[in-house]
């Protein structure tokens, strides 16, 4: 079983920048692909980034790749997601998520992804 906890959410100016942070349990971090899932209001979760176990490879969403990077420490169990340019949009409920299976590609399929962290807020106003 894996637990992951998200933080770092908050409410921001158009423009500006957060670091979400996930911390994962577990001693088999390193071997799972993590990614970020968010929610808006009155809409469904949506796929946000997604990387590999060993960092090597990142995928992500067309809506904020050139503004969100996706990178991971196996040292600290942790994953992050650094937002620059946040834009109202990018309001949402955003999630941590950890691929079950070792050493599996990145991906955007929600139903691919075993564990999920209870969620942090993001909030950005214009």
């Known amino acids: 079983q894996v637990q992951l906890v998200e933080s770092g959410g908050g409410l921001v100016q158009a423009g500006g920048s957060l670091r979400l942070s996930c911390a994962a349990s577990g001693r088999t971090f390193s071997t799972y692909t993590m990614g970020w899932f968010r929610r808006a209001p009155g809409k469904e979760r949506e796929f946000v980034a997604s990387?590999?176990?060993?960092?090597?490879?990142?995928i992500y969403a067309d809506s904020v790749k050139g503004r969100f990077t996706i990178s991971r420490d196996n040292a600290k169990n942790t994953v992050y997601l650094q937002m620059d340019s946040l834009k109202p949009e990018d309001t949402a409920a955003y999630y941590c998520a950890a691929r079950g299976s070792a050493y599996s590609s990145p991906s955007v399929k929600e139903y691919e992804y075993d564990y999920w962290g209870q969620g942090t807020q993001v909030t950005v106003s214009s």
């Open positions: 990387i590999t176990w060993g960092g090597r490879n990142t």
